[in-house]
């Protein structure tokens, strides 16, 4: 959806700075009659007031700027680029020329108009992080439990602790699956826990799959990531006292094996075509 119209912001910032101090009726009546106010017509009133309504911003409580600064938030979160704004927008020089308009109509600086994106965009991508990595180790757990023969705990529900999120099981071996699913058929990018990535050192059955969902949250493709090539990027420790906790990595497809080869000595055929690569990532 795209941002709302300028005057539609400043007159959504005008419910939230009148209403405490009046009622709706006398609010609108003071926006529609009043010299001051004309600037807005009362079609736009009316829209803001839907948008807030529909938003549950009516109650939006706090200073001028923090308000805005909810407005502002609540109007890119329904930009088509939001979903990508931690690429498109590195710095407040990027910023789209709709979230600059945006921030202008409600007095908000560059600056500030950045800060608030990057903040609002760490917000949901927690959420859908969570979502999605949730939703891809149930679709994996599920194509491997349909497969006779072998054992699979999906030992992430369990607990965090273990530093893999399945355990596949068969009479010749064990193997731990680490899950990093998107649903992007571009960049894939990884976030690797300390915890996950010291497992992965000690723990020659850890292996590091990658899952694309489509939107839907189906399986669309399998590939496994080079251990290897985690090792040689992962932060070092570089005095004492000071740890890495978490790693944000951008995986390039050369490190990329399309299926999940270590599962295919362990599990006896037919394998599912997913297993073996095809399609091809990202499917």
């Avoid at 912001?9 to 101090?21: G, I, K, T, V």
């Avoid at 927008?89 to 600059?100: G, K, M, N, Q, T």
């Avoid at 420790?237 to 497809?253: K, T």
């Amino acid at each position: 959806m795209p941002i709302p119209p300028e005057p539609v912001l400043r007159a959504a910032a005008r419910w939230l700075e009148h209403l405490p101090a009046s009622d709706l009726a006398r609010t609108r009546a003071l926006f529609t009659t009043h010299s001051g106010f004309t600037d807005i017509t009362p079609t736009q009133y009316a829209a803001a007031l839907d948008w807030l309504k529909d938003g549950g911003l009516l109650s939006t409580a706090g200073t001028r700027s923090s308000q805005r600064a909810s407005l502002f938030e609540a109007a890119v979160l329904e930009s088509l680029w939001f979903r990508d704004a931690d690429a498109l927008i590195s710095s407040p020089e990027a910023l789209p020329d709709d979230a600059l308009r945006a921030a202008e109509a409600l007095s908000i600086g560059p600056e500030a108009a950045h800060a608030v994106i990057r903040a609002a965009w760490g917000k949901v991508d927690t959420a859908e992080r969570a979502r999605l990595g949730a939703a891809g180790e149930e679709a994996l757990v599920e194509l491997l439990s349909s497969i006779a023969g072998v054992s699979v705990v999906h030992v992430a529900k369990e607990s965090d602790g273990f530093g893999y999120d399945i355990q596949l099981t068969t009479d010749a071996q064990t193997v731990h699956l680490e899950v990093k699913t998107t649903t992007r058929r571009g960049n894939l990018r990884i976030y690797l826990s300390r915890n996950e990535y010291d497992t992965m050192l000690r723990d020659r059955a850890w292996t590091l799959v990658a899952v694309r969902l489509t939107e839907e949250l189906k399986l669309a493709a399998l590939a496994t990531i080079n251990r290897d090539w985690v090792h040689g990027v992962a932060p070092v420790d570089s005095a004492p006292g000071a740890r890495w906790e978490s790693v944000r990595l951008d995986v390039p497809p050369d490190v990329l094996t399309a299926g999940v080869p270590r599962l295919i000595d362990a599990i006896p055929p037919p394998l599912d075509p997913l297993l073996l690569g095809k399609p091809a990532w990202p499917g």
